[in-house]
């Protein structure tokens, strides 16, 4: 079945720059890509996805971008901000009646 | 809408009492979901209905868990006898079918802890 890994499990990175988080999937069949923050006490909320039809997807500082040969897709968060300290997850999806299979999360942190 | 309401929000139990956690999805949603939360396992996936049947229940670890969909507003998960470790944070999430992935949207999640 399919399998997603996320790395880091932890990133640290001060106010103002960057940060990436990488994933990395299994199933070359998946085609659905979803990146969901998660803050603290509260559930998991999508900021930003990504179809196998799309190499790339922005929304202001937040892109995603999707390599289907190599089967990884990445987070790119731009000019960081306190508010974007919370808990990450990917996870893949080969379509709509399928579920999602959810990466590790990676906890990021925004130092001051 | 208000989303998916979950309650409680925290559960306190002993050991061996029973629990049920309950979820309201957002109106005209198809899906639920129910998910368990720990620092060591991560977001694992229990159980999923589509359009109030179970569809994959193969994430539910024992017996002694068990979810119900009695109509399209309304679910349950049990936990009966409890032990410490399902101590966890239970989240419901539902969304609507499509042609394609559509947004799954969660609630806030209870909090439970079995002493």
């Known amino acids: 079945g399919e399998n997603v890994e996320q790395h880091p499990s932890t990133l640290s990175v001060q106010e103002g720059d960057s940060a990436v988080i990488k994933c990395t999937y299994s199933?070359?069949?998946?085609?659905?890509f979803p990146w969901y923050k998660q803050e603290l006490g509260k559930g998991p909320q999508l900021i930003i996805d990504i179809r196998s039809n799309v190499g790339e997807k922005k929304d202001q500082r937040i892109a995603v971008t999707l390599n289907k040969t190599a089967k990884h897709f990445s987070l790119h968060i731009t000019e960081t901000q306190p508010e974007d300290s919370a808990v990450y997850f990917c996870?893949?999806?080969?379509?709509?009646?399928?579920?999602?299979?959810w990466g590790a999360g990676t906890k990021l942190i925004i130092k001051p | 809408d208000a989303g998916v309401i979950q309650s409680p929000r925290h559960e306190v139990t002993e050991m061996g009492q029973e629990v049920t956690l309950r979820c309201k999805p957002i109106s005209g949603h198809d899906y639920l979901f129910w998910y368990r939360q720990t620092m060591m396992r991560g977001l694992e996936l229990l159980i999923y209905?589509?359009?109030?049947?179970?569809?994959?229940d193969s994430g539910m670890p024992e017996d002694r868990f068990s979810a119900k969909m009695p109509n399209a507003s309304f679910s349950t998960l049990k936990i009966q006898p409890s032990e410490p470790r399902d101590s966890a944070v239970y989240f419901c999430a539902s969304r609507k079918q499509g042609p394609v992935n559509t947004e799954a949207f969660f609630g806030q999640g209870t909090r439970l802890t079995v002493v």
């Open positions: 209905f589509n359009n109030n049947v179970p569809i994959d």
């Open positions: 199933d070359s069949a998946s085609n659905y």
């Open positions: 996870a893949a999806s080969k379509g709509s009646n399928y579920q999602l299979i």
